[in-house]
């Protein structure tokens, strides 16, 4: 029994839509690097700039489009993370949006991303 074609369609734009438990993700994820990376950076004295912040947000903001591009998301995290490390070589929490990037990825069946 097969389904007709615009039904299944509509389906997979309904998935890929971000869902409630996405922005969770990424509020979360969000919130553990950027106040994770604040109170690294406050204990060792080397303040985070305005451009480094927004490197740390980039990633979890990224993961809301996780479910329609995963390759995409995944490559953006990287991007951040290493732009972020490039530019704060003293530390930051910039891998946690990394690994949930790169294991959506994986079990979206990109490996190869």
């Excluded at 303040?47 to 490559?75: D, F, K």
């Excluded at 290493?82 to 990109?110: E, H, K, S, W």
Aim: aromatic share 8%; no cysteine.
């Amino acid at each position: 029994m097969s389904r007709p074609a615009g039904l299944t369609a509509r389906a997979r734009q309904l998935s890929a839509a971000a869902t409630p438990g996405d922005v969770f993700l990424a509020a979360g994820t969000a919130l553990v690097q950027l106040g994770g990376s604040a109170a690294i950076s406050g204990h060792g004295g080397h303040p985070i700039s305005l451009a480094g912040y927004l490197l740390l947000a980039a990633g979890p903001t990224a993961l809301l489009a996780r479910r329609q591009y995963p390759a995409a998301v995944w490559w953006v995290t990287v991007a951040a993370a290493i732009g972020f490390n490039t530019m704060q070589p003293r530390g930051g929490l910039t891998y946690l949006a990394l690994i949930i990037a790169f294991v959506n990825a994986v079990l979206a069946g990109r490996r190869w991303a």
